[in-house]
């Protein structure tokens, strides 16, 4: 027992210490911040114009989102949801029945993907109906 509590005092000193403003943790963080702002608002420019070229629709700055770690973006065209995450771009569809939740459609990068994307009906495994009709191939 005397064995345990020492790591975990061990492992209090490893975590506590944070520099204070101006040390190498503020330096660090500040950095991983401001490369992930230029990320998000990259990443938010990048999907609007892949729908703007998938679609010819024009999409308004606005209705783009981009998350603070500039991984993943989402917009809004026409009522439809779409999603980038690094290079890839989906369609957020949503259960044909309960309406949730939603799913990620198959990466999408020429007009014919959109389309199969659009005519995709996901079940979620709630309203999975039982006959084999509703199967999709990808
Ligand atoms: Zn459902």
Not at 7 to 13: C, E, F, I
Not at 36 to 61: E, H, I, M
Not at 93 to 118: H, M, N, Q, W
């Amino acid at each position: 027992m005397l064995y345990q509590q020492s790591v975990v005092s061990d492992m209090r000193t490893l975590v506590s210490p944070i520099p204070g403003p101006g040390g190498w943790a503020a330096q660090a963080t500040a950095a991983y911040k401001r490369r992930n702002k230029q990320g998000a608002s990259g990443l938010q420019a990048q999907l609007a114009s892949r729908l703007t070229s998938l679609t010819g629709g024009k999409v308004a700055a606005g209705s783009v989102w981009a998350d603070d770690a500039g991984e993943m973006a989402m917009a809004k065209l026409d009522g439809h949801t779409f999603r980038l995450r690094g290079e890839e771009l989906t369609l957020l569809r949503s259960c044909k029945y309960c309406g949730i939740p939603s799913f990620d459609s198959p990466s999408i990068r020429t007009v014919e993907d959109l389309g199969r994307a659009l005519a995709w009906e996901p079940y979620c495994q709630a309203c999975e109906p039982d006959d084999e009709d509703w199967s999709y191939s990808w």
